[in-house]
């Protein structure tokens, strides 16, 4: 059984074509279900039956993150006894937006996972080990679980745990793959080699990295992903996901960029204007979900920065690729006119070998401009120094404030109660 659907390896006019079906359908359940968007609509003058191209899906202004804090419950296009699951975003930019689901939008959550975890080179023959969040209502908890049993493979639920719990299950139970935080593989590697074990000879094959890039803006693998490479071959792929948008857009063997699945959302990159990006661009990811009941969204602006890739792939899917996430909006950081989001830092920190953690904090300084302080672990503090203020310099053409802490203080810094990932981005800007 092939797991790419048909409609992936269609050429681009008959996916529009397809799309523009789904949309019609979308666009008439909202009108009749959504009290948020009948209102939108009526604010807006748009008349929904006039909305059956993509060239005129773009007259509907688009749903902002605020729309859905403020109106959260108007989104809701069910009675309250049809939803199966209240998910909720990680609120990591203000207080968590609940996203309810439907028993329908499971199964679309688990179909999306299987195509996703298929474009992966998953197969019914795998045992993967999920090194996330299974709980506090994170989506991608259930999404992974749901998409590998529907895939017919298995799951190990382990969650975020500790190196040396992830290291006991891989040992007793042999996963060939794992879903993971990239950084968090970095630390497995650190556990194993402090322990005399050879990480290379394990079962493991394949990750499924999620929540932090591993490439960079030209699709090639990022200092992290070549920390991890260097010491441990197994073959990473990418993903990017969102609670809101409720799909995901995974790599294939070929990693580049995020494949769009044309029957679960449709994918728009908009300038700051609100129009599309002319081709190969950066703007902001923005979705109109297909086929979801409990709470679907009309060009939703997710905050994510991306670009598209639209040049065939050599894995068979026609469809567009969404390139790394380069940084949320919200987080643009201006240094002497150079535009940097927080991944780009991350990146040059990565870049030392002897730093092993850090956290990087903006904020506003006496001037009234965006300003850095970088704090960080490092065994080897004098060339970590050197060698990231180089780096700052020729890259980003100033170097910030740079400290050195000890693990635990970083920990400290790097975790909240009200988040359910660790921070190692903080803004404390005005
Ligand atoms: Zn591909």
Redesign the pocket.
Known sequence: MSFIPEIETKSKSEIKSFQEELLVQSIHYLKNNSPFYQRHFATHQIDSKKIKTLEKLIEIPPTTKDDLHNFNWDFLCVPRNKISDYTSTSGTLGKPVTIALTEKDLHRLAYNEMISFA?ADANPNDIFQLMLTLDRQFMAGIAYHEGLRKLGAASIRVGPGSPQMQWDTIQRLKPTGLVAVPSSMLKLIDYCEQNKIDINKSSVAKVVCIGENIRDENLKLNSLSQKISERWQVKLYGTYASTEMQTAFT??S?G?GG?HHPELVILEILNADNSPVREGEVGEVTITTLGVEGMPLLRYKTGDMAQLFMDP?????TTV?LGPILGRKQHMIKLKGTTVYPPAIFDILQQAKSISDFVVEAFTNELGLDDLKISCVSSDEINALKLVKDLFQSRLRVVPEILFTTPKEIEAMQSSPQQRKIQKFIDRRK
């Open positions: 474009c790599e294939c070929c580049r494949h792939c050599s894995c068979g899917r690729r």
